[in-house]
């Protein structure tokens, strides 16, 4: 009886080993620099950065070609990606604007706003090329105008590598390309006419 006892629980400790996955890799874009632009309003908010729901997932999505939605298996977000795309959003439009204060209106800071921006992310992941293609809308109002502009963002970026880092490089680089495009709209609207 003492053996079979013990024979069980080995096989249970070996079963539970050849279920348990080694610890994720996880992974967070990273603010790009890019050209500094002036006459911007003093005060941005960014109000929301929604994203669409087959992204938001602790797998890094590798790609939704075919039909289907293919995941790299060990290699996950640092922390949730709506949070981590409005983050370095935040970061890079810093940057670009830098007499400026940005802000997350989810954060504990909340200045009345002279700008507000908006994002919503529908594709951020691998073509059957093997680019990463970011697809998303965006949209700049300012206070005292009755008028949004919105406007629709394509970007195809070759990853440096076919892995999970030069996929999550080519996010850096396609982030901070729309944060040029959003920075180029808050200027261009508080620009004389």
Avoid at 38 to 60: F, M, W
Avoid at 96 to 110: E, K
């Amino acid at each position: 009886m003492r053996s079979l006892w013990r024979a069980a629980v080995m096989c249970m400790a070996l079963l539970a080993a050849s279920c348990a996955s080694p610890d994720p890799r996880l992974y967070t874009i990273a603010p790009q620099p890019g050209p500094e632009l002036s006459g911007t309003p003093k005060v941005v908010e960014l109000h929301h950065v929604g994203v669409s729901q087959y992204l938001q997932r602790d797998a890094i999505v590798r790609s939704s070609d075919g039909y289907r939605v293919e995941l790299r298996s060990n290699d996950w977000w640092g922390e949730p990606i709506d949070s981590m795309l409005g983050r370095v959003l935040i970061e890079d439009l810093s940057q670009r604007l830098p007499h400026v204060t940005v802000f997350s209106s989810s954060g504990a800071i909340n200045p009345s706003p002279d700008a507000t921006v908006e994002l919503q992310v529908q594709r951020m992941d691998l073509d059957r090329e093997g680019k990463l293609v970011l697809l998303a809308q965006t949209s700049v109002s300012f206070k005292n105008r009755p008028s949004t502009d919105t406007r629709s963002i394509r970007i195809s970026q070759a990853p440096p590598t076919a892995d999970a880092a030069g996929q999550v490089a080519a996010i850096s680089t396609a982030v901070g390309q729309v944060a040029d495009r959003i920075a180029a709209m808050l200027t261009s609207k508080t620009r004389p006419k």
